[in-house]
């Protein structure tokens, strides 16, 4: 015996029901995303500030050691024209450095182009250290304590007007992809 149609079970999704599923998988991807995306961003501030902390450390281990600072400008950043300063301060150039005393270690970065680079210490084909960059590809900005008074006043890239008592160097990044607008949060300072 023939059963009727509108009896017989179903086999199969409606079109509805798929598009429910598919709904739900894509808000479920999106939200996994955003976390994932923030998760990783914040490691890379926790990145940037090892690093900025690294490198304020080791201008004040250099001052201790010799009683002067790597160089003599009062703001240096670490980009490409950098190399002399942080040479010094990872004991490559013996005439800044003559103990020799690796007082910054970072970890190596990768290249990004002729001037470049991320995450890290780049290094030229040579083997001097080319620039010390942020995971976003910034280099860090250090603030120097040249008229020796322990008391350092700047301006970050955000605007903020800072001054610090008791310190001979700052560090700081604008922690952003270069180009973006800065704002106070994202700012990675040593202090």
Request: hydrophobic residues 40%.
């Given at each position: 015996?023939?059963?009727?149609?509108?009896?017989?079970?179903?086999?199969?999704?409606?079109?509805?029901?798929?598009?429910?599923?598919?709904?739900?998988?894509?808000?479920?991807?999106?939200?996994?995303?955003?976390?994932?995306?923030?998760?990783?961003?914040?490691?890379?501030?926790?990145?940037?500030?090892?690093?900025?902390?690294?490198?304020?450390?080791?201008?004040?281990?250099?001052?201790?050691?010799?009683?002067?600072?790597?160089?003599?400008?009062r703001e240096v950043t670490t980009g490409s024209g950098s190399s002399?300063?942080?040479?010094?301060?990872?004991?490559?150039d013996q005439e800044a450095n003559?103990?020799?005393?690796?007082?910054?270690?970072?970890?190596?970065?990768?290249?990004?182009?002729?001037?470049?680079?991320?995450?890290?210490?780049?290094?030229?084909?040579?083997?001097?250290?080319?620039?010390?960059?942020?995971?976003?590809?910034?280099?860090?900005?250090?603030?120097?304590?040249?008229?020796?008074?322990?008391?350092?006043?700047?301006?970050?890239?955000?605007?903020?007007?800072?001054?610090?008592?008791?310190?001979?160097?700052?560090?700081?990044?604008?922690?952003?992809?270069?180009?973006?607008?800065?704002?106070?949060?994202?700012?990675?300072?040593?202090?």
């Open positions: 015996m023939k059963v009727p149609t509108l009896l017989r079970p179903r086999r199969g999704f409606t079109l509805i029901e798929l598009l429910v599923v598919i709904t739900i998988i894509a808000v479920l991807a999106a939200a996994g995303f955003a976390v994932g995306t923030r998760a990783l961003n914040r490691a890379r501030g926790v990145s940037a500030q090892s690093t900025a902390v690294s490198l304020d450390q080791a201008v004040n281990l250099f001052f201790s050691e010799y009683g002067t600072f790597p160089t003599s400008e002399r300063f942080l040479n010094a301060l990872t004991g490559q003559p103990r020799g005393i690796r007082f910054l270690s970072a970890p190596e970065g990768t290249r990004d182009g002729e001037e470049g680079g991320r995450n890290g210490l780049v290094y030229a084909p040579g083997g001097d250290v080319r620039g010390l960059f942020d995971p976003w590809g910034n280099p860090y900005t250090v603030v120097l304590d040249t008229e020796f008074q322990e008391r350092l006043t700047f301006t970050t890239p955000d605007g903020r007007s800072v001054t610090l008592n008791g310190r001979r160097a700052a560090v700081y990044s604008p922690g952003v992809q270069p180009g973006e607008d800065i704002r106070t949060s994202d700012l990675i300072t040593s202090w």
